[in-house]
């Protein structure tokens, strides 16, 4: 009965799917205003999120036929590569968020407009160091022997698309990061159209590209680089439109952010790092264990799962600047709210998709590869595990993201590295890709499930104003 109520409240919200603003001058009408901006960017994100997997899943169906089993775990595995590499925007991306959003809620134009150059400009430089650094990497390193491959052909091929993939990814900092300010202004639905747009034009580029020239580099540049060139064009467009930018001030909104955005950015770096030590380097290990045929499997059944994991990011996704938004302004009751219905929802959804892949997995990526690749139903399993405890932690994520409760989140990690990695590689010698999905998904729920539920637990509800640490509430973020 009291799961129905709960649900009947979340139905209530449909109420705020409106264009017209609430007024904001108290606590109720702050809140209903977060709650339509959410709403707003929820029902954006998910039509970007399905144009999303929609080129997700013809990019399989175009490429796998084409490229075979060795050259499509190549692509597979640089395509997975942003996750692994995320670290080198310096966490500068994610507390713009946070930057932003506390300068949008000052409703001081001019500030806003100095955190807003300084982060772009601070991209800007970290993406041509982040190319450089990979173009060189990528020059290097030898690749036939690394991921296993039958010809030299391949590895030089593979080559050229480790550099392509150096420029890409230098772009794709800024583009990510012009997003991460609209975010941050609660204008999420803006950047999520802005998302499904890239990926709608990246559609017919893949398919010419399979059709003209089936090469791993050109098949990079034709998905990820016309995602990242469109974004670039689009939100610089419509920043500029509403004087929100201003490279008059590149270089003096970067002395004037270089201390509080770099700081704030140090431990979302940690963040980041941990992320691309314990999850996002998976292909990578994959590929040098048990070579790149291996990766096929996985990779096909990791994007699989984005069928369960993306709706809950799409869920909660927009809280992240509702949250620093109403901590800023000490609105804790929306807080408290919002995160219990957040994390029901989340949970009924992640739970109702898994069952259903787990049930039909096997015969959708055949159906999907064209027989090209077979799926083993244990790797189901264990993918369909792991994205219960990744949906859960999606929610606490990102309330503890704009909550500003990071240092708690870098120890977790720092945590659960220290103990998947090693835990990770014997799996995968000894089980292949399911005994990596399963290491990651025992270490996970022992260390983060353990951390957050004992050692931290107070300091989460304090947050919130259902706890109290040694005798007094928990200190607002002070911007």
Avoid at 467 to 475: E, T, Y
Wanted: a positive charge.
């Amino acid at each position: 009965m009291r799961t129905v109520q709960r649900l009947a409240v979340l139905a209530a919200y449909f109420r705020y799917l409106r264009l017209q603003p609430f007024p904001s001058g108290d606590e109720e009408g702050r809140a209903a205003e977060r709650y339509r901006l959410a709403v707003l960017g929820t029902v954006s994100t998910a039509i970007s999120r399905l144009t999303g997997v929609a080129l997700i899943v013809l990019s399989v169906r175009w490429t796998a036929p084409v490229l075979g089993r060795e050259r499509f775990g190549i692509w597979a595995t640089f395509s997975s590569l942003a996750i692994m590499l995320s670290f080198l925007d310096l966490g500068v991306g994610n507390a713009l968020v946070n930057r932003v959003a506390h300068a949008t809620a000052k409703q001081d134009a001019q500030r806003l407009l100095l955190v807003i150059m300084g982060g772009v400009s601070w991209l800007a430089v970290i993406g041509l160091a982040a190319t450089l650094l990979l173009a060189a990497a990528g020059a290097s390193i030898p690749w036939t022997p690394l991921f296993h491959l039958s010809s030299s052909a391949i590895g030089n091929e593979t080559r050229t698309a480790a550099l392509v993939y150096s420029v890409l990814f230098g772009l794709n900092i800024v583009s990510g990061g012009l997003l991460k300010i609209l975010i941050g202004q609660q204008r999420s639905y803006e950047a999520q159209t802005i998302a499904a747009i890239a990926a709608l034009l990246a559609c017919p580029a893949m398919w010419w590209t399979v059709q003209h020239a089936p090469d791993v580099g050109a098949l990079l540049l034709a998905g990820i680089g016309t995602q990242s060139l469109v974004t670039l064009g689009l939100v610089i467009g419509l920043l500029h439109s509403r004087h929100k930018l201003d490279f008059r001030l590149a270089f003096s909104s970067m002395a004037h952010e270089r201390k509080p955005l770099l700081t704030a950015s140090v431990l979302f770096l940690f963040l980041q790092i941990g992320t691309m030590i314990g999850w996002g380097g998976d292909s990578f290990l994959l590929a040098g264990i048990a070579g790149v045929s291996e990766v096929a499997a996985f990779a096909v059944a990791q994007r699989l799962f984005l069928f369960a994991s993306q709706p809950v990011a799409v869920l909660n996704g927009p809280l992240w600047a509702a949250y620093a938004d109403a901590h800023a302004r000490g609105d804790r009751g929306f807080i408290r709210k919002t995160l219990s219905h957040s994390f029901l929802l989340s949970m009924v959804v992640a739970i109702g998709i898994s069952v259903v892949l787990l049930l039909f997995g096997r015969w959708i990526a055949a159906f999907w590869t064209e027989n090209t690749i077979a799926v083993p139903w244990r790797l189901l399993a264990a993918f369909a595990a792991w994205t219960l405890l990744e949906s859960a932690g999606t929610v606490l994520s990102i309330y503890l993201n704009g909550s500003g409760i990071l240092r708690e989140q870098v120890i977790v990690v720092i945590c659960f590295c220290m103990i998947a990695v090693p835990a990770k590689v014997i799996a995968a010698i000894y089980a292949g890709a399911f005994g990596l999905v399963t290491a990651t998904t025992v270490v996970y729920a022992v260390t983060a499930v353990g951390l957050y539920g004992t050692v931290y637990r107070k300091r989460i509800l304090a947050s919130i104003g259902t706890a109290r640490i040694d005798g007094q509430s928990a200190p607002q973020i002070v911007d």
